[in-house]
């Protein structure tokens, strides 16, 4: 007697109309929508481009936690170390002058919601747990296109053979390059000037351990997260760099303007290896070797280049709705990721209880992301990014140098009174912000930024 | 005409995550995870051309532990009709002679007219298994097959295979056991909707040692191989020299060969 198969298999499956909603990308935002859909009980596939979520992120590394840890239980979550310093320095070509900053309490749980993660495994482990409350990941699969029907979206086009497959709504959330978005005109291409350019390398050192906690001076689950503005990070571009301490591994890299990066004969990866190379960096990563190196976008237009966040039959969410946060003290984009996923998620999820598709029925979604911090410090910050860019030269400059001039002069030893150190530091940094009106009109120009 | 082409695919630890522990040299294969052996997908593709040609059924068979089922949805997501799984404790400890048999045994009762293999795998990478099955069961045998074409009217399956200075083309009856060569059919990408399906709602058909009757026949006891012993190798010093005029190269060259 021969064994049989069971014969229950679909010869040609079709899963048109089968979910309730397609999420395109699996990055935070988009793992974020899936979760919050597939826990209001909706059937959602999420469609990621990579081998596995992450795979194709890059990141700088600071996670910001206050939301995801409210949609799902965060404590196995695959994070780094969580930040116990940070750090403001300002470059000149050859100097430095820091601020730091060491909280007793970010040592103590939730640890200010702010851990370095890597994407690669951070991501996966976010989409599974949509995918642990009834979502459907799909990788390797690009979306190519959104189909329409009587002016609506309808579904999704993406690179594979019969590609096509049709849901109710679609939630973009493809980050900054955001082809899909623009190519349906759901949003315009950002003009140059909001867009800055990314570049990250993973450094590990292989000579001996604990290099890491020596240099930063870090014990057990501990790390930093540095940054850095001035000349000596970016050169005369508008931008910074930044350094961030991962378990056995050290994130570096820069962020600026992709106008300046390509209006000056200066690469990206130049940029970097010249902020590696800075006498304040280069002995925090001496002896390292490269372990990734990756490139990215990042959307910087503000609260004034937010598109219109819903259509009919979708929600744009995360980078690809240009909700990043990126002003010299603050670089900001996850947490607002996960936010805005979880509101146009809500908001789908409750149309779709009452059955409806049109853009007023998401409304729900631009509404409370409006009440959120999410809008909220977009707008907040708006006016700096103009205000830094008029005052590009000092900030980045000349500012550094005087405060470096400054300090060299205050602690000068030599056989002087100290009061005429004093003197000359306080005329160094007054000259460069030109004189007392100049000092107090910069305090009452950025006051704003902490407070 | 409509054939039933039956592909044998076995999971494999991911070769690029698989680790050489630094102080014993040894494979760490237990931290890595499993996935399709590489060849399998090209015979899988195989399979494929053969049903665009002739029509019928691809059927994807795997002997291995329950979680082999993994790599058989993935089969079915690249475009199998369907698939079995063949597992069972009785299998522990099978070396490529009860390996061989058991897929012998399931093509059969698959009533397989053809049926395909990868050239190896990448794990213990022997070849035998599709000659293996061929011999069980006194079927034909092609192997190294760089292309295939069907010839239903002949009930024959032609095979094209590299020979020294050129290739030949045989033809064979059916049923017939098929090892694709490495590198020369390209996977196709999977179709979207199948995709879905194979990797989220397709559950594989499971066999057992006593469904396909080999209970005594199969496992260490009844496995040829013995393992002799285990060495590692230490990497020979190899001497590099960067020349900068070509003609020192050949100084260079005859003073290694004198
Ligand atoms: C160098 C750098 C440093 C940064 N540092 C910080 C920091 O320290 N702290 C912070 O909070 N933020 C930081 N950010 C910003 C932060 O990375 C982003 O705001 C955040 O990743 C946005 O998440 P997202 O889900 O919207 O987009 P992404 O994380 O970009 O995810 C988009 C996903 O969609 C997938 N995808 C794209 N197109 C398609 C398609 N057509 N089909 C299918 N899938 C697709 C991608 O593969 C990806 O997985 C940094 C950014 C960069 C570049
Ligand atoms: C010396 C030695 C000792 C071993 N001892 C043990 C042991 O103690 N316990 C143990 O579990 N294993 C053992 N193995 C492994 C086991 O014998 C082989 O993995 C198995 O027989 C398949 O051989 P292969 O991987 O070399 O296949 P190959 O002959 O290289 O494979 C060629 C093709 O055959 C097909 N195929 C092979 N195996 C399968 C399968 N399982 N299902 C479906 N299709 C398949 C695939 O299409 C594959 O591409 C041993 C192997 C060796 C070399």
């Known amino acids: 007697m021969s064994p049989e198969l069971e014969s229950d298999t679909v010869a040609d499956p079709n899963y048109d109309d089968e979910f309730d909603a397609i999420v395109v990308g699996a990055g935070l935002a988009g793992s974020a929508a899936a979760l919050t859909m597939a826990n209001r009980g909706l059937d959602v596939l999420l469609i990621e481009r990579g081998s596995s979520p992450g795979a194709k992120n890059v990141f700088g590394g600071v996670l910001y936690t206050p939301t995801i840890r409210e949609l799902t239980d965060f404590d196995d979550a695959p994070v780094e170390r969580y930040v116990a310093e940070r750090r403001f320095s300002m470059l000149s070509k050859d100097d430095e002058t820091a601020v730091s900053l060491r909280p007793g309490e970010w040592h103590e749980k939730p640890h200010n919601d702010s851990y370095t993660v890597l994407r690669g495994d951070f991501d996966e482990w976010f989409a599974e747990q949509a995918a642990e409350e009834g979502a459907t990941l799909l990788n390797s699969t690009t979306v190519t296109g959104l189909i329409r029907e009587d002016g609506r979206i309808a579904g999704v086009e993406t690179d594979r053979p019969d590609g096509t497959i049709r849901a109710p709504y679609v939630v973009l959330a493809e980050g900054g390059n955001s082809l899909v978005s623009e190519g349906a005109n759901l949003k315009q291409t950002e003009t140059r000037e909001n867009v800055a350019v990314g570049v990250k390398e993973v450094l590990e050192f292989p000579q001996r351990d604990e290099v890491i906690e020596d240099r930063f001076r870090l014990t057990d689950e501990a790390g930093v997260s540095y940054h850095y503005f001035g000349e000596g990070a970016v050169g005369d571009a508008f931008g910074g760099g930044f350094i961030y301490t991962n378990e056995d591994t050290v994130s570096i890299g820069v962020a600026y303007r992709i106008e300046d990066a390509a209006a000056h004969d200066q690469s990206p990866e130049e940029t970097l290896n010249a902020f590696k190379s800075h006498p304040a960096v280069a002995p925090l990563v001496r002896n390292a070797r490269t372990v990734e190196y990756s490139a990215k976008t990042i959307p910087e237009g503000g609260a004034e280049s937010i598109p219109d966040l819903v259509h009919d039959g979708a929600a744009i969410v995360g980078d690809a709705a240009g909700l990043v946060l990126n002003n010299g003290v603050h670089l900001e984009g996850t947490n607002m990721a996960v936010e805005s996923g979880y509101h146009a998620g809500n908001a789908i999820a409750r149309a779709a209880d009452k059955g409806r598709v049109g853009a007023d029925a998401l409304q729900a979604y631009p509404e409370s992301l409006e009440e959120s911090f999410v809008v909220k410090n977009l707008e907040h910050y708006q006016w700096m990014m103009n205000a830094v860019e008029e005052d590009r030269d000092l900030l980045f400059e000349d500012l550094p140098r005087a405060f470096a001039d400054a300090g060299t002069e205050y602690f000068r030893m030599d056989r002087q009174p100290k009061e005429s150190h004093a003197k000359n530091a306080k005329s160094a940094v007054l000259s460069a912000v030109g004189g007392w009106t100049g000092a107090a009109k910069l305090a009452l120009r950025y006051r704003k930024v902490v407070t | ?258």
Not at chain 2, 162 to 169: A, C, F, Y
Not at chain 2, 180 to 186: L, P, S, T, V, W
């Open chain 2, 1 to 258: 005409m409509s054939w039933t082409i039956v592909v044998g695919v076995k999971q494999v630890p991911d070769a690029d995550e698989v680790g050489i522990d630094p102080d014993t040299g040894r494979l760490d294969r237990a931290s890595a995870p499993a996935v399709m052996n590489g060849p399998d997908r090209e015979a899988l593709e195989a399979a494929f051309r053969i049903r665009d040609q002739v029509g019928g059924e691809v059927i994807a068979m795997s002997m291995g532990p329950p979680n082999a089922k993994t790599v058989l949805k993935e089969a079915v997501a690249m475009g199998c009709d369907d698939a079995v799984l063949i597992s069972d404790r009785a299998f522990g400890g099978s070396d490529t002679w009860p390996t061989s048999l058991t897929l012998a045994r399931a093509a059969e009762a698959l009533e397989a007219d053809v049926v395909i293999c990868g050239e190896e795998t990448t794990d213990s990478s022997t070849g035998q298994v599709p000659p293996g099955i061929a011999a069980h069961n006194g079927w034909a045998q092609l192997t190294y097959a760089e292309a295939v074409d069907a010839r239903p009217e002949e009930d024959r399956l032609a095979a094209r295979r590299d020979v020294e200075g050129g290739h030949e083309l045989v033809a064979a009856d059916l049923p017939v056991v098929v090892a694709a060569a490495y590198g020369e059919f390209d996977p196709r990408p999977a179709p979207l909707h199948r995709k879905i399906y194979g990797e989220n709602d397709f559950e594989p058909t499971v066999w057992d040692a006593e469904d396909l009757e080999i209970k005594d026949e199969v496992g260490l006891e009844v496995s040829p191989t013995s393992v002799g012993g285990m060495e590692t190798v230490d990497p020979v010093e190899r001497k590099g020299e960067v020349v900068d005029e070509i003609d020192d190269l050949a100084d260079s060259i005859e003073e290694v060969v004198a």
